[in-house]
Structures are given as structure tokens and as C-alpha cells.
């Protein structure tokens, strides 16, 4: 029996009962309902820096995609972005790729806290509970010299809710209480956020729980070991007195169950009920001081960060490695005009990883430590009215600590350069290149026994990657189209005690338009990863990229007739593919239809409800960022079939 077992069932009927009691308070009713864009343009618009050359490239992720995916997992919150794929099923697995890179080589980040700590390779580095989000953004194959250190082939930028979006302007107090089920693995989810303000200061708590059954697959093969079992939790709170504002943010993710003995695979030779448990912890904190309303040179911002990843499996020899990463920011941003700036400052970052066993038969304390200390500058112009420039650069020094105890120096200098160019009233043009210095990254601290030796880091160098992207977006009344072509290059990248050089390119396509009551979307992605020269399967590519091919997304929202009442759906479409060698399964395609109704009552507007099917045709597939469907070795980690889920959400 898992340690989740033990725990009381949620209490359904009393939630319930709380949730239609909060909606019928008349004092917590609202003039309006709540509404959310399918357009990511809404959340650009709220980026400081969203109009900023380095920023053309970036996807946002809209408000509707975030509400959505709060009941959900990383692969809803990204569902209509093709370029950004999620495989892995299951939120302890789920690995993100950004035009075929691997997360692990993006520069992540939490509230401002770098992430990425290494973990074990059948399971996620990066946890995220969507619940807790509400701006998302990727700055795909290049990043700005301000996105700190290890940013090789791009970032991804989480961050989480604050107070002043739960509450309205002289609002107190309020907050929002989500339910939600789903019936393939019959899962409960209950949710809820506090937030206060007043006198300067803010507040806001956020508690998740999560707990069902292992789902069926598309086929109705029950996939043992998936069953949903995490508690999420967020504690914020900021002060702000004039254009002094100081904010601090702790959150910690659990999730502790059984799960199959390679948690991202499906199983070996076939789905097993052999399961073993996977305690997992993940936590992160943030500190900053920043001054909010500054429009002059003096525009400073201090960060202080720790993240912590931590995965435990007793069975078979007591493994428990913890990975983390320690940071600070000083920064200041000198604001030339309104359009223009320059960023300057210093980060360092202190990240290690810990294996650890009291087993007899392999005891082990291993441990691997980088310290690194960078000094960045980035400048945001506008020359013309039609051009738009950043460029920047760094210089980091890194000290190396490994396992064997060998202490190495790396040092390297990053450059990149960004622009666009508004061709006519409709056309613009857009490109950027960069070359990223990223030290020595820390191992898979799940693999540490094999770099004991003494020689275990002769043939290691540090990882460079350079990077270039091309594009257009062509606007016409509600209708854009977009595209661009992206090279990814990395040398000396690390596997274990040697390198490689790994490669992913391809292009992307998108197209949107949206109409008075409605809104659409679609986009092409596609990609192709190569391990020292030659085409490369998910065990080659392993923690840098992944065979995604083509793939594609669909998404649609439509207002009814009838007040209060939005439809919507949308596709996820996988193209057949070869796989890289003739003795290897090729990749099979796939189309996955979703479709949902949300409905705001018009007497009862902080009341919403929505029903909600995914795989409607119950689909059996693997997404195609899952790992191993190319191995006839590995049973692939199936998505679930058709999932009906019902999500009430009262805002109070």
C-alpha cells in the first residue's frame, strides 16, 4: 500500500456543498463574468518587454490555454503551441521540447528561480502544477544575455499567480475555490486560492490536491502505475510602498505513488502491474526587490533564488538523489525613453547534484557541484520606426566539482543579436542569432557511479551551442500568418564521461484569425535531431532532444446563442515518420480530437462550469515527445482514451 493510501479520500459532497455555497453569497456576486482570450496577444500585451526585438520569436501562452490546463498537466497548458511539445502522460514524467531541445537546455524559470535541477532520466526535472500559473512564455532557439546562465538553445518563463489577479481593484479580500473530475481514472481535483491586500501589502495561498485511479488507454488497457496522486502548494507575499515593491514566493510539489519500475515507460515487453514507488518533492522560493514604476536610468532589480528537485525510490537499492540550484540577480535596467533600454548586471548560480543509497549492495554518496558567476548586458533599441534591434552579451566563469573529486575551471563568453524589420504596414520580418557558452552541466545524479574513476572527466570540455532563426508575421485585418525556419547546434554536449554534438532543425508555420464571437488558431512544427552527424532516436538524444517530426495543433473557441455559453475544441495531429535506422519501429501518426462547453449563468456570473472530452474517438497513442516508440523493446507510455472531466470553479 502507497503512503498516499493511507490518506483520507477527498471529501467530494462537502466540497461541493462549500463551492455552491461560496457562489451564492450575493455580497461575493459580480457585475461581470469571467472571460479569457484564445489569443496569446492578451498575454504579450503584458509582457513590459513584449514588444522588444528578442521577444519576436516568443509563445505565449493565452489566458484560455492557462484556465484550461489549471485542471490539468503541462501538456494542456502548451496544446496549442506545435513547436512546444509534452510526452510522458503523467505530470512526474512529462519532459517539454522547444523546437526538438530538451527543457534541460533551455534557461527555466520560476517567479525568477532558475530550475532545471537534473534528475533522473525516467522522470521529469521540471514538475509544474498548471494551477498555479499565470503567464507562460518560450523564447524559442535564442535568448537574450538577461536570461542568465545555461539559456543554450533558448527559456522558458514561468510565473505564478499574484493577489492583485484574484482580487479586484480595493478589493480585500477574495479568492476561488475549483473542483473538477474526471472520469477515465476517476480523478477528483480540488483546488483552492486565498488572496488578500491592503495597506501595502498582498497575500496569496494556493493548495491543490489531486487523487484518482490508474486511466485506460485509448485501446481500454488499464495503464498501471498512472494513477494521479500530488498535492501543490504556494504561499506568496509582497510589500510595496512607493516605487519600492519586495516580494517572496515558496512553493513545494509532492507526488508519491507506485508507478512502473521506468516511471516514462509504458513497461518492458508490455504494460505490467510490477510496480514500484516514486517518492518525488519539488520545491522552489523566490525573493526579489524591484522598483515597478521606474521610467529613468536607476531602474534596479535584486533576486534571490533556490529551487530543489528530489526523487526517491526505496526499491531496488534505496536511490535517492537530490538535485538544486542556489541564485542571485543584481540588475539594473537603464530606461532610455519609453521603446528603448539597457540591462546590465551580475547572477551566480550554485548548482549540485546528490545520489545516496545505505543499501549493502551498492552504497553510494556522490555528489557533483558547479559554481558560476556571470556578467551580462543587453540592449533593447528602436533605431527607426521600422526597425527594432537587441543584442547582448555575457561572460561566465564556472568552477566544477566532480564525483572523483576533481575541481575544473571553464570560462566563456555569449553573444546574441536579435531585429525586426517592419517590411510594410502588413509584413515584418524578424531574425536572430546567438552563441551561448554552458560550462560543464551537472550529470544525471542517477548515473554518478560511473564517474568514480579517476579519469572519469579527462575527455569532458565545456557545452557551446549556436543558434540561428528567420521568420515573417503578415498581419491583415483578424488574420496573421507566421513562419520560420531555426538551427540549433551544440558541441561538446555530455553524456555520462564523453561528448557528442547534437542538432535539431526545422521550421515552423502558424496562422490565427479571429471573428467577433469567436477565435481560431493552428500551427505546424517541424523538427529533426542529429547526434554527431547522424539522424538520432529518442535513447541518442536522451536529455537534449527528441524525433518529433511533424506535428501540429488546432484550436477553436466560439460564443453561442445562448448568454453565457462558449464551445471550443481543438486537434493534436502527429504525422507518420521514418525512424532513424531500419532495424528501429517507424513512428506511427496520430489525430486526437478534444472538445469542450463552458457556461457562465448570467444570475450567477462567479459561477463557471465546464465540461470538457479529450480524445474523443478514444485514440490509443504515445505522444510523440514521449520517449522509446521507436524501440519494439519498450512499451510506450500511452496517453489516456477518452476522458470526460466536469470543472466547476467559484470566484468569491
Not at 10 to 38: E, K, M, N
Not at 129 to 152: H, I
Not at 308 to 322: L, R, V
Not at 499 to 509: A, I, K, P, V, Y
Request: hydrophobic share 35%; proline share 3%; with cysteine.
Amino acid at each position: 500500500m502507497t503512503p498516499s493510501a493511507l490518506r483520507p479520500r477527498h471529501r467530494a459532497s462537502c466540497s461541493v456543498i462549500a463551492l455552491l455555497t461560496l457562489s451564492a453569497q450575493p455580497l461575493l456576486a459580480q457585475d461581470t463574468t469571467t472571460a479569457f482570450a484564445l489569443d496569446p496577444i492578451v498575454i504579450q500585451s503584458q509582457d513590459d518587454l513584449g514588444a522588444a526585438a528578442d521577444r519576436a520569436t516568443s509563445m505565449y501562452v493565452s489566458e484560455r490555454e492557462l484556465e484550461q490546463a489549471r485542471s490539468g498537466d503541462l501538456k494542456d497548458v502548451f496544446s496549442g503551441i506545435a513547436s512546444v511539445s509534452v510526452g510522458g502522460a503523467l505530470p512526474l514524467t512529462q519532459k517539454i521540447f522547444v523546437n526538438g531541445v530538451d527543457m534541460l537546455n533551455l534557461g527555466v524559470t520560476m517567479d525568477g528561480t532558475p530550475q532545471n535541477n537534473r534528475a533522473f532520466h525516467h522522470v521529469s526535472a521540471n514538475a509544474i502544477d498548471p494551477g498555479l500559473l499565470k503567464q507562460v512564455r518560450a523564447d524559442a532557439t535564442v535568448s537574450p544575455a538577461d536570461a542568465g546562465p545555461g539559456a543554450l538553445a533558448g527559456s522558458v518563463v514561468f510565473e505564478t499567480v499574484d493577489a492583485s489577479d484574484i482580487l479586484d481593484p480595493g478589493d480585500t479580500f477574495g479568492g476561488n475555490l475549483r473542483l473538477s473530475f474526471s472520469d477515465n481514472g476517476e480523478t477528483l481535483q480540488s483546488g483552492l486560492t486565498l488572496a488578500g491586500q491592503g495597506g501595502g501589502f498582498e497575500w496569496l495561498l494556493y493548495g491543490k490536491v489531486a487523487d484518482g485511479s490508474d486511466y485506460d488507454s485509448g485501446a481500454g488497457e488499464r495503464i498501471h502505475g498512472t494513477r494521479a496522486d500530488l498535492q501543490s502548494y504556494l504561499a506568496k507575499a509582497a510589500y510595496q510602498a512607493g516605487d519600492h515593491r519586495f516580494e517572496f514566493s515558496a512553493q513545494r510539489l509532492e507526488d508519491s505513488a507506485l508507478r512502473q519500475e521506468r516511471a516514462n515507460f509504458g513497461g518492458r515487453g508490455g504494460v505490467t502491474d510490477a510496480l514500484t514507488l516514486y517518492d518525488t518533492t519539488r520545491e522552489s522560493y523566490a525573493f526579489s526587490y524591484e522598483t515597478p514604476e521606474a521610467t529613468g536610468l536607476w531602474d534596479p532589480r535584486v533576486h534571490l533564488g533556490y529551487s530543489e528537485s528530489q526523487i526517491d525510490k526505496p526499491d531496488p537499492w534505496d536511490s535517492n538523489g537530490t538535485s538544486d540550484t542556489a541564485s542571485a540577480t543584481i540588475e539594473n535596467t537603464f530606461n532610455l525613453n519609453a521603446e528603448e533600454t539597457v540591462t546590465a548586471g551580475i547572477d551566480y548560480q550554485r548548482r549540485s547534484g546528490h545520489y545516496d543509497s545505505e543499501d549493502a549492495t551498492y552504497p553510494a554518496n556522490d555528489s557533483e557541484t558547479s559554481r558560476n558567476l556571470g556578467f551580462f548586458a543587453q540592449a533593447r533599441l528602436q533605431p527607426t520606426d521600422r526597425l527594432k534591434v537587441s543584442f547582448g552579451a555575457r561572460y561566465d566563469r564556472q568552477r566544477f566539482t566532480g564525483v572523483n573529486g576533481v575541481k575544473e575551471t571553464f570560462d566563456g563568453a555569449s553573444g546574441n543579436a536579435s531585429l525586426t524589420y517592419q517590411l510594410t504596414e502588413e509584413l515584418a520580418l524578424r531574425g536572430g542569432v546567438s552563441s551561448v557558452f554552458g560550462g560543464l552541466v551537472i550529470e544525471d545524479n542517477y548515473l554518478f557511479e560511473g564517474l568514480r574513476g579517476a579519469n572519469a572527466y579527462d575527455e569532458l570540455k565545456a557545452v557551446r551551442a549556436d543558434n540561428a532563426t528567420l521568420g515573417f508575421d503578415w498581419t491583415r485585418g483578424d488574420l496573421t500568418l507566421s513562419g520560420e525556419v531555426f538551427v540549433t547546434e551544440m558541441s561538446n554536449a555530455r553524456s555520462g564521461t564523453s561528448t557528442f554534438d547534437f542538432e535539431s532543425r526545422g521550421f515552423n508555420l502558424g496562422a490565427t484569425y479571429g471573428w467577433a464571437s469567436g477565435f481560431a488558431r493552428a500551427t505546424l512544427s517541424h523538427s529533426t535531431v542529429e547526434v554527431d552527424g547522424e539522424s538520432a532516436g529518442s535513447y541518442e538524444a536522451q536529455d537534449f532532444g527528441a524525433p518529433l517530426g511533424t506535428v501540429m495543433a488546432v484550436e477553436f473557441e466560439q460564443q453561442t446563442g445562448v448568454e453565457g455559453l462558449t464551445v471550443g475544441g481543438g486537434l493534436d495531429i502527429a504525422l507518420d515518420e521514418d525512424a532513424p535506422d531500419d532495424s528501429l519501429n517507424d513512428y506511427e501518426g496520430y489525430t486526437v480530437v478534444n472538445a469542450w462547453a463552458e457556461y457562465v449563468p448570467a444570475r450567477l456570473p462567479t459561477l463557471t462550469l465546464r465540461l470538457g472530452v479529450n480524445n474523443l474517438f478514444d485514440k490509443e497513442y504515445a505522444d510523440r515527445a514521449t520517449y522509446g516508440a521507436e524501440y519494439g523493446s519498450i512499451t510506450t507510455l500511452k496517453e489516456p482514451g477518452r476522458t470526460v472531466s466536469l470543472v466547476a470553479v467559484s470566484r468569491f
